[in-house]
């Protein structure tokens, strides 16, 4: 069985959509094809690819209680082309977004369910997570854990067995905590990879990061100030001069 899996996230590095993707990937079987949509160029690719896939899986994050705009162009071109054809597709979407909730996904579900009746191709259902934002953050995490970690074994030495001991431990026990808080969304999505296997419906289900919402507010507010110095400064070009508009003042 084959499955087209389109990342429709319009970041081009360290997006939500493109992890869950691969972790979902982890627990599948069958002929895999990992693609990306972010622009029209794209289209044409995806179309063809889909000609020969018995699933298609996308993912993508939550806009304005929506899909992404640049994916409702590829929508009404994939209506177009499956109707023409008569193809059967087995539709899945896996769906995130910044707030807590995934139940906030649900009117994202309600147009692709819409767009898929209306294609003629099969909806079986989707993921909403809640917390996409977070679970950037975890992804992080392991990674300073892990380099912090290998730091402390090169300081005290390959010969320091105890230090190598606790080293290893720490790290352990980080990854613990952090695939504990990610229970939720490792379970719904084994349970989805499980229903792509397979060919079936797996209906629409909603889960989260397990952390108290104080906490995660708090966690997201730190992760888009850090993002923010790397991407463009602190307010995002709010402090940066502004070029004057023909017939109005500065």
Known sequence: MKTLMINCSPK???SASAFILDLTG?????????????????????LAEMETADNVLFAMPLYVDGVPAHVLPFLQAMEAHCRARD???????????????????????????NFSRRSGLN??????????????VMRMMVM????????????????????????????TRQVLVLIVLGSGILAFDIRLATCLNRGKAYGTHYTRILLPSFIFILCADIFFV?????????FRGWLAKKKPTAGKPV
């Open 144 to 171: 300073v854990f892990f380099a912090i970690s290998l730091l402390n074994l090169i300081i005290g030495g390959v010969q320091d067995s105890l230090l190598q001991t606790e080293a290893i431990r720490n790290l």
């Open 87 to 113: 193809l059967k597709k087995n539709i899945y979407v896996i769906a995130n977004n910044g707030f807590i909730e995934g139940r906030q996904n649900e009117p994202l579900f309600q147009i692709m369910e």
């Open 26 to 46: 982890l627990f599948m079987r069958g002929n895999q094809v990992k693609d990306r949509l972010r622009t029209g160029a794209d289209h044409r690719r995806l």
């Open 123 to 136: 909806w079986c259902g989707g993921l909403g997570i809640g917390g996409g934002v977070m679970m950037n």
């Open 12 to 14: 081009k590095r360290l």
């Open 226 to 234: 850090i993002i923010s110095l790397f991407q463009g400064g602190l």
